[in-house]
C-alpha cells in the first residue's frame, strides 16, 4: 500500500517523508503488546494495575496508567526487548519507525473521552514518546501510522472474517438477508454512536456500505449459500471475495496533499464498508457464549498471575520467576510493581500463560526439569 502510493503521488509521499520499510517494520510491531488471550486479557489487566486493592492496598504500587497494548508494545520496543546491553535498553529503532507505532499518539488523560480508553504510551515512557513525537503534527499520526492503521483494519475486517466464514461463525445469509437488514444496520450504528465524532447519517451510511456488500457478495454465491466444507469451488470464492475487498480498500487509501488534517484519507465508502464488516465479527464473534466462559476463565489466570507477580516480585523472590522474566524486575526498579507485574503476564505465550498458572497454583506441577518459559 504504502509503495502504491509512493508511485501513484511521489510530491505527497515526499511532502510527509513516507517510507514503505517503515510502515513494514510498524506492521510487524504493533501486536507486540497484546497479553495471552487478546482483549479480554488487555482489558482485565487495565482493571486491575491501576487498582491499588489488587496491588495489596498501596496506591503507590498501583500505576494509574492501567494496561493498554498500543503503549505496551512502545514500552516494548524502547525498554524491555532485548536487544544491546543494559544501557541500551530497547531495539533502538529509528524516531521515525517508533512513530509508526503510534497509532494514538498521546498519552492517556482520562479528563478527554478521546484519550481514555485508547493511547500509545504509558507516563512511565514519556521522555521516549516525546523524543520520538518532536516534529510530529501535535494530534495526527504519521503517514506510516496511518497506513499501518488501516491495514490492520483491513486485515480485521476481510481476513479475520474469512477465518471465520471457514469455521461456519458468519452466517452470510444471515447477512444479506432483507429480513435481518435493519438489525444489522441498527447494531453497527449502535457501536458507532460510542464514538463522539459518529456523523448524523451513519445510519444511511451503514444501510449503503450493506447494500455495497451485498452486490459484492452476489458474484460468490458459494460464500453466502452453502456452509463451508473446504470444495475446491468454495476456496476459490472465498478466496476472490476477500481479494477483491482488499484490492478495493488498498486503493481507497491516499496521501494527502498537504500538511492540513490526517496524512491519508479514506474514502468514505470503504472506510464505512470496513466498519461494517468489523462489526460483523464483532456481533457473532464476541457474542458466543462459549467464548465469555473461556474469556472468564482466562481473565481468572491473568489476574493469578498478575498478583503472583506482584507479590513476588516485591518481595525480590526472583528465584520463582522464570529467567527470562526476572531482568524486568532488575533492570526497571524504576517503574510501579503494578507495571512490572503487568509485563511479566504480557511477556507469555497464552500456553506458556496455562502452564505457568498450573505450576505455579500447583493444578499440575508438571516436569521439574521442563521449563514453561524460554
Same mark, same amino acid.
Given at each position: 500500500?504504502?509503495?502504491?502510493?509512493?508511485?501513484?503521488?511521489?510530491?505527497?509521499?515526499?511532502?510527509?517523508?513516507?517510507?514503505?520499510?517503515?510502515?513494514?517494520?510498524?506492521?510487524?510491531?504493533?501486536?507486540?503488546?497484546?497479553?495471552?488471550?487478546?482483549?479480554?486479557? @488487555?482489558?482485565?489487566?487495565?482493571?486491575?494495575?491501576?487498582?491499588? =486493592?489488587?496491588?495489596?492496598?498501596?496506591?503507590?504500587?498501583?500505576?494509574?496508567?492501567?494496561?493498554?497494548?498500543?503503549?505496551?508494545?512502545?514500552?516494548?520496543?524502547?525498554?524491555?526487548?532485548?536487544?544491546?546491553?543494559?544501557?541500551?535498553?530497547?531495539?533502538?529503532?529509528?524516531?521515525?519507525?517508533?512513530?509508526? =507505532?503510534?497509532?494514538? $499518539?498521546?498519552?492517556?488523560?482520562?479528563?478527554?473521552?478521546?484519550?481514555?480508553?485508547?493511547?500509545?504510551?504509558?507516563?512511565? @515512557?514519556?521522555?521516549?514518546?516525546?523524543?520520538?513525537?518532536?516534529?510530529?503534527?501535535?494530534?495526527?499520526?504519521?503517514?506510516?501510522?496511518?497506513?499501518?492503521?488501516?491495514?490492520?483494519?483491513?486485515?480485521?475486517?476481510?481476513?479475520?472474517?474469512?477465518?471465520?466464514?471457514?469455521?461456519?461463525?458468519?452466517?452470510?445469509?444471515?447477512?444479506?438477508?432483507?429480513?435481518?437488514?435493519?438489525?444489522?444496520?441498527?447494531?453497527?450504528?449502535?457501536?458507532?454512536?460510542?464514538?463522539?465524532?459518529?456523523?448524523?447519517?451513519?445510519?444511511?451510511?451503514?444501510?449503503?456500505?450493506?447494500?455495497?456488500?451485498?452486490?459484492?457478495?452476489?458474484?460468490? $454465491?458459494?460464500?453466502?449459500?452453502?456452509?463451508?466444507?473446504?470444495?475446491?469451488?468454495?476456496?476459490?470464492?472465498?478466496?476472490?471475495?476477500?481479494?477483491?475487498?482488499?484490492?478495493?480498500?488498498?486503493?481507497?487509501?491516499?496521501?494527502?496533499? =498537504?500538511?492540513? *488534517?490526517?496524512?491519508?484519507?479514506?474514502?468514505?465508502?470503504?472506510?464505512?464498508?470496513?466498519?461494517?464488516?468489523?462489526?460483523?465479527?464483532?456481533?457473532?464473534?464476541?457474542?458466543?457464549?462459549?467464548?465469555?466462559?473461556?474469556?472468564?476463565?482466562?481473565?481468572?489466570?491473568?489476574?493469578?498471575?498478575?498478583?503472583?507477580?506482584?507479590?513476588?516480585?516485591?518481595?525480590?523472590?526472583?528465584?520463582?520467576?522464570?529467567?527470562?522474566?526476572?531482568?524486568?524486575?532488575?533492570?526497571?526498579?524504576?517503574?510501579?510493581?503494578?507495571?512490572?507485574?503487568?509485563?511479566?503476564?504480557?511477556?507469555?505465550?497464552?500456553?506458556?500463560?496455562?502452564?505457568?498458572?498450573?505450576?505455579?497454583? *500447583?493444578?499440575?506441577?508438571?516436569?521439574?526439569?521442563?521449563?514453561?518459559?524460554?
Amino acid at each position: 500500500m504504502a509503495e502504491h502510493r509512493l508511485r501513484k503521488q511521489a510530491d505527497a509521499a515526499a511532502l510527509h517523508g513516507l517510507h514503505p520499510e517503515v510502515v513494514e517494520a510498524a506492521c510487524l510491531a504493533h501486536d507486540l503488546g497484546h497479553p495471552p488471550f487478546g482483549h479480554a486479557a @488487555e482489558s482485565e489487566l487495565d482493571n486491575i494495575v491501576c487498582d491499588p =486493592t489488587i496491588c495489596g492496598g498501596k496506591a503507590e504500587d498501583a500505576d494509574a496508567d492501567g494496561y493498554e497494548g498500543n503503549a505496551q508494545t512502545f514500552r516494548i520496543l524502547t525498554k524491555l526487548a532485548v536487544r544491546y546491553g543494559k544501557d541500551s535498553p530497547g531495539l533502538d529503532l529509528t524516531r521515525a519507525t517508533l512513530a509508526a =507505532t503510534l497509532k494514538y $499518539p498521546w498519552l492517556r488523560d482520562k479528563s478527554d473521552a478521546k484519550k481514555t480508553s485508547k493511547w500509545s504510551a504509558y507516563a512511565c @515512557e514519556r521522555k521516549q514518546f516525546e523524543w520520538v513525537r518532536e516534529g510530529c503534527r501535535d494530534g495526527f499520526k504519521t503517514a506510516e501510522a496511518e497506513l499501518m492503521d488501516w491495514a490492520d483494519d483491513i486485515a480485521y475486517s476481510v481476513h479475520d472474517l474469512e477465518d471465520f466464514h471457514r469455521v461456519g461463525i458468519i452466517p452470510w445469509n444471515e447477512v444479506v438477508s432483507e429480513d435481518l437488514k435493519d438489525r444489522v444496520v441498527r447494531g453497527a450504528v449502535t457501536v458507532w454512536e460510542k464514538d463522539p465524532s459518529v456523523p448524523a447519517d451513519a445510519r444511511a451510511r451503514m444501510d449503503k456500505a450493506l447494500e455495497r456488500i451485498k452486490r459484492k457478495l452476489r458474484m460468490f $454465491p458459494a460464500v453466502t449459500q452453502e456452509v463451508y466444507d473446504g470444495a475446491r469451488e468454495q476456496r476459490r470464492q472465498v478466496r476472490n471475495f476477500c481479494s477483491t475487498l482488499i484490492g478495493n480498500y488498498v486503493r481507497a487509501a491516499r496521501l494527502n496533499d =498537504t500538511l492540513s *488534517g490526517p496524512a491519508v484519507i479514506i474514502e468514505t465508502d470503504a472506510a464505512d464498508e470496513v466498519r461494517l464488516l468489523k462489526y460483523f465479527a464483532r456481533h457473532y464473534v464476541i457474542g458466543l457464549p462459549a467464548l465469555h466462559a473461556q474469556q472468564y476463565g482466562q481473565k481468572r489466570i491473568i489476574r493469578d498471575l498478575f498478583e503472583i507477580f506482584l507479590k513476588e516480585g516485591k518481595a525480590d523472590n526472583l528465584k520463582l520467576f522464570p529467567s527470562r522474566l526476572r531482568y524486568i524486575w532488575e533492570d526497571n526498579s524504576d517503574d510501579k510493581p503494578a507495571r512490572l507485574a503487568a509485563d511479566c503476564v504480557a511477556s507469555l505465550t497464552e500456553n506458556e500463560a496455562y502452564q505457568l498458572h498450573h505450576r505455579l497454583t *500447583g493444578t499440575n506441577s508438571g516436569l521439574v526439569l521442563d521449563p514453561i518459559v524460554r
